[in-house]
């Protein structure tokens, strides 16, 4: 008699044959899922749509609206997209995954030129590709076969990463006649990855644009965001100068020994950033400075580190906090479920902010109001500020390149500097470093030194914050003096001698689990590399401790 195995799910249980597929439960449930569903966690392990039930399990399943399953969804994109640019241009052109862009990934593809009709032949094949319905087939090999059959076929990118992980098996792809690796799980077939939009920039590279968690159900127009962009592609450049493209680069510097001279080499770098901007601002002969990004890009340390660079020029800089005008708790209106909003800009008392720098900018004197965030209300105290002829004022915070938060503040009088770790670094060809990820691994760390936050409870609030940023940042990015970039060539191995512990520590029944197992194996990739030489005033600081501006 066969064995049967009860599954429950969202406090539904069926009865199922052994041989049945994960894949055939979820289509039970697929009622429940506005989109595809794209991967499953069973008994709190992370298995493939494919794989077929042993014993009795709880599963979650997840689509692409959810942060885990967009991640599963954008590996899968990158997999149709590599199989229909071999089809269209051949084995020998060579697709490369440079960085994240808007709603999408930047790529090149060397030993081939394309143009925006290729381009188009290559989003059909994609299409077509999908229409097929190939399925993404899994194929568990021995590490050592792995990186056999990747050094006969010239993939010496993926065969040096995985000289660095420690891994007895490893879970490889077929789709249709190509085999991948691509650190993750798959969707079970390309037929749930049916929209994505290919967009020609220049010099052979394009964004191939996906959905987001915000806009699962449609691919939003790209919009190029030149001053990033050029931002990235400066770093990068910079980057393949010192040979460190991807993690095996990184690993092998720091298995040889030469990590600290890395890491004073990016120190540097950014040193000459800050240095080069100062003289930017001097030039620019504007009494206000002022500073956003999104979460966890290191606002705190680089406007602390900027003000010293123009007092080295003769400045004498004054901070001023955005959050010292929110208004009182009594007076912020309630959304509909009735809990106050801390990320619109109506917590901010715009009408007195604006009075203020007005008078400031015309020397007059000013009494400064500091928020107290225990009572909820606004104090005054023996804060008067009038600026003199060598004074400026240094604004940074969340809505600080919103106009609207400086309204009667002419454009010429502000110097707008948008600040985000643009990271250059991937983990091979075909996998790059999400901007995001790197933010969120920072946010983690500090949230859990400064407020005894737990990695759950900051991935839980993730998507808010997300929605913060692209409400209230990225829309005026485009509209600044300056793009800073706070990435640091080798912070991803110390960040995960200080993250992986904390993400081991989310509980397997939490919602978040899924996503903790996604950033920890992010982060296999690379070797741990201890904080001890950086610097006290690295902007890394504000993240792992032992800040000298603390």
């Known amino acids: 008699m066969a064995k049967e195995f009860k599954v429950s799910f969202n406090n539904n249980t069926i009865t199922v044959a052994e041989d049945t597929t994960y894949k055939e439960v979820s289509d039970v449930f697929k009622d429940q899922f506005d989109y595809d569903i794209i991967l499953c966690i069973a008994n709190n392990s992370l298995v ?37 640019v071999n089809n269209v241009l051949g084995d020998k052109a060579k697709l490369i995954c440079h960085h994240s862009q808007d709603n999408g990934v930047y790529c090149t593809i060397e030993d081939a030129y394309i143009n925006q009709d290729i381009l188009d032949n290559i989003e059909n ?41 420690s891994n007895t098996y490893i879970n490889l792809y077929r789709l249709h006649h190509t085999i991948g690796y691509f650190y993750g799980k798959m969707a079970y077939s390309t037929k749930s990855i049916n929209k994505f939009k290919l967009y020609f920039i ?11 968690i915000f806009n699962p159900e449609v691919v939003l127009d790209y919009k190029h965001h030149e001053k990033v962009f050029d931002k990235f592609l400066e770093y990068t450049k910079w980057g393949r100068e010192l040979n460190v493209k991807n993690a095996a680069d990184l690993n092998k510097i720091v298995s040889s020994g030469h990590i600290e001279d890395l890491i004073s080499l990016a120190e540097v770098y950014f040193n000459r950033e800050l240095s080069s901007l100062a003289e930017k601002i001097d030039k620019a002969n504007v009494k206000m400075v002022l500073i956003a990004g999104p979460s966890s890009s290191g606002k705190t340390t680089m406007a602390k580190r900027l003000a010293v660079h123009l007092k080295s020029l003769g400045y004498n800089p004054h901070s001023i906090s955005i959050d010292d005008y929110f208004l009182d708790v009594n007076d912020r209106q309630k959304d509909k479920y009735g809990n106050y909003n801390f990320e619109g800009l109506d917590i901010v008392d715009v009408e007195l902010f604006n009075k203020h720098m007005n008078k400031l900018l015309n020397n007059e004197g000013v009494l400064l109001p500091s928020f107290n965030f225990v009572t909820g209300r606004r104090e005054y105290k023996d804060n ?44 091979d060809n075909h996998t790059h470093v999400h901007t995001s990820d790197v933010r969120k691994l920072r946010r983690i760390i500090r949230d859990k030194k400064s407020r005894g936050t737990s990695a759950e409870d900051t991935l839980k609030m993730w998507t808010n914050i997300q929605l913060g940023e692209v409400n209230n940042i990225f829309p005026y990015q485009d509209d600044v ?48 590399i201890p904080a001890d030489t950086i610097p006290s005033d690295s902007i890394l600081r504000e993240f792992v401790g032992g800040s000298s501006f603390d």
């Not at 749509?49 to 899968?76: A, M, P, Q, W």
């Not at 009038?386 to 400086?406: F, M, Q, R, V, W």
């Not at 640091?488 to 992986?500: A, C, D, P, R, S």
């Open 48 to 84: 493939d749509l494919g794989d077929t039930i042993k014993k009795d399990c709880e599963v979650i399943f997840y689509d692409r609206s959810s942060l885990v399953g967009s991640s599963v969804y954008n590996r899968s994109a990158r997999f149709i997209l590599l199989l229909a």
């Open 125 to 165: 094949e994609m299409y077509n590709i999908v229409s097929n319905d190939y399925r993404f087939e899994k194929i568990v090999v021995p590490r050592m076969d792995a990186i056999k059959f990747f050094k006969q076929n010239d993939e010496y990118d993926k065969v040096n990463v995985l000289k660095y992980i």
């Open 202 to 212: 220049k010099d052979n590279g394009f964004v191939m644009q996906l959905p987001d």
């Open 384 to 427: 008067w500020l009038k600026l003199g002829d060598n004074d400026i004022i240094i604004i940074e915070g969340l809505h600080a390149l919103n106009d609207a938060l400086t309204l009667t503040v002419l454009r010429d009088d502000k110097y707008k500097i948008y600040i985000s770790p643009l990271t250059q670094i991937n983990i």
């Open 481 to 528: 003096d300056s793009v800073i970039n706070s990435a640091l060539i080798y912070e991803i191995g110390v960040l995960k001698t200080y993250v992986e512990p904390l993400l081991f520590n989310v509980r397997e029944d939490s919602m978040e689990y899924a996503e903790s197992l996604r950033l920890i194996n992010f982060l296999r990739n690379f070797l741990p």
